[in-house]
């Protein structure tokens, strides 16, 4: 992808509110001419501070803000030509639906004719004719939500932000809306960038998503490869179902590791974010790429499990086995024709191939498994005994304490 011609640009941008503490450090991310970009990442990751900046009502600390060739950071709000969608709908709630999206075309000062059909044609774009003339407190969340998409298109801006504008909804509502704000971008070609903290909106609609973690982009990739290639440990937990195990990197050669994972077992592994032979490294496996019962030979890694619970799902059953020292490895199996029928206490073999287990980095492994449980380093001999089986021989409490500040 060629920088230069990138339509939107943050390059090198840092926001700090207090001075001290970066929320935003060093952001570089180019978004190309009619592209839906979602930036997704937990709550506090710095998202709305993006968007914000890129709005122009938030000024970057430090670094460039590039809008269609030409730097935007001492352009005031109204002149950037960005329309917007945030999360609680903000319509005027005095103006009906025609005169809320009347609003922004008076503004620009359009012709009385052109409002009017362009009032229109925003109302049938949302599937909204004949709601023109009532006041936004008499329409559903969803009614609102979809005037509130319409008045950020109706001026036709080539940009469009929008922050969690599906947050409110209901689920069903939530879908759907998403259905339609996608075709709406695909008929008109805008380019959008996105927030949300919802993994399944964000696949739905992008084609790319930059996943936020920190202040600091940490993979934009499109949908499948965020999937099928997380490129670090963070990725790979907040995108899908993951199965983690940690482990010591026992050798490396042509792209695959070798790596002693806590019960002693050796499980061999993909390459792709490890520090190196003797380093810790987190192990990712997705659930659906478990086989159960593999015939030998047809898989590099073949360990003993037993089943700890099955949960019917319709379409699968959801296994949690113990297995590599780990007792919350879950393993999908389709509810096909002649699937396996696994019972609780079972000892089963299980397999995988290196390609399906990828080696990425080890920092905040303890950060995700300690968040997980509910603990932290001060009341270490729970800790300590929470995790015997699963890090005693790695790890110490200095070790871990140390972690903690990373
Ligand atoms: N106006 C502000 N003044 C001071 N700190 C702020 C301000 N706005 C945001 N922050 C802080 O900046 C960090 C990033 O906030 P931001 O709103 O960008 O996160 P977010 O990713 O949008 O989170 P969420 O998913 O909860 O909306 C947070 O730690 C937040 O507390
Ligand atoms: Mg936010």
Redesign the pocket.
Known sequence: MDDQVSYVQFVNVQKS??GETL?VKDLNLAVEQGEFVTLL??????????LMMLAGFETATHGEIILDGAPINNVSPHKREIGMVFQNYALFPHMTVSENLAFPLRVRKLPASEIDSRVEQALSMVQLGGFGNRLPGNLSGGQQQRVAVARALVFRPKLVLMD?PLGALDKQLREQMQFEIKHIHENLGVTVIY?T?DQSEALTMSNRIAV?NDGIIQQLAPPGDLYERPENAFVAQFIGENNVLFGNVLDVSNGTCNVRVADGNVVKATVVNIEGVGKDTTLSLRPERVVIDPEPGSCSTIVRASVEEVIYLGDHIRTRVNLCGHDDFIIKIPNAHGHVNLEYGEVIEVGWDHQDCRALDATKKLIHWISSIDCNVQNWPWVQQKCSRTFSSLFTPSAISSKLIV
């Open positions: 509110y207090d929320v990442g937990p709550s506090g990751s710095g998202k709305t501070t993006c969690e927030v903290h936020f």
